[in-house]
């Protein structure tokens, strides 16, 4: 399957501090990336669509100024966690779509981040 | 209606037995069901996937059994593996948003 790598594995910050993370498609492009969280033992929940030239989309309930996607390129998208504060930890995994919008989708290995 | 409803929450195996999970969903624009498994601290990976036009599906030890008029989709594992204990997670994309929707999510623990 098409391989997606999500830096970095776990990060731990202090509150108030910005955090980055990328999300890469390594052997394929991706025009569209997907950011989800996921609390523990509970399924994944949808943040933002990324889609590589223009602005995120995100769902509703989640803070675009709290949670800056930025997709430049077909290979990279990243989400930025701004002013982080602690109930901002969570396990952060992105995704991206392999072969057009009705294409399957890969995940990264995912992200841990623990704010102090 | 833009639910996946996943069962059972857990699931205790015996090593060589069978695992069965099933999803239901109520969206006729849903037409593409992957499946997928998620060790802990890492992200999920495809296992197998379906399309409406097909009943089952086998891969290995996995099937896919697709009840179109039913709506429902459901995994099987056949000969049940201590490696396989895990999360498994059913999905649907939705023809309309081009959005994956996640089901709850299936515990599996298979004793060794």
């Known amino acids: 399957g098409a391989v997606v790598s999500q830096h970095p594995s776990w990060v731990i910050c202090k509150s108030g501090t910005s955090v980055k993370i990328e999300c890469r498609s390594l052997d394929f492009q991706a025009t569209t990336m997907f950011w989800y969280r996921q609390f523990p033992k509970q399924s994944l929940m949808l943040m933002a669509t990324s889609n590589e030239g223009s602005k995120a989309t995100y769902e509703q309930g989640v803070e675009k100024d709290k949670f800056l996607i930025n997709h430049a390129s077909l290979t990279l998208s990243t989400l930025t966690v701004t002013s982080a504060h602690p109930e901002d930890s969570s396990f952060y995994i992105c995704?991206?779509?392999?072969?057009?919008?009705?294409?399957?989708?890969?995940f990264g290995e995912g992200s841990r981040l623990t704010v102090l | 209606q833009q639910q996946v409803k996943q069962s059972p929450q857990s699931l205790i195996v015996q090593k060589g037995g069978i695992s069965i999970i099933n999803c239901a969903y109520e969206?006729?624009?849903?037409?593409?069901f992957p499946w997928y498994q998620q060790f802990p601290g890492k992200g999920p990976a495809l296992l197998i996937a379906i399309r409406p036009d097909v009943s089952e599906k086998k891969e290995g030890r996995f099937t896919i059994s697709f009840n179109k008029s039913a709506k429902q989709f459901s995994l099987h594992i056949m000969d049940s593996q201590p490696g396989d204990s895990a999360t498994y997670f059913c999905a649907a994309l939705d023809s309309g948003t081009y959005k994956y929707i996640f089901g709850t999510g299936t515990r599996l623990k298979v004793l060794a």
């Open positions: 969206n006729t624009a849903f037409d593409y």
């Open positions: 995704s991206a779509r392999y072969g057009g919008n009705t294409g399957e989708l890969f």
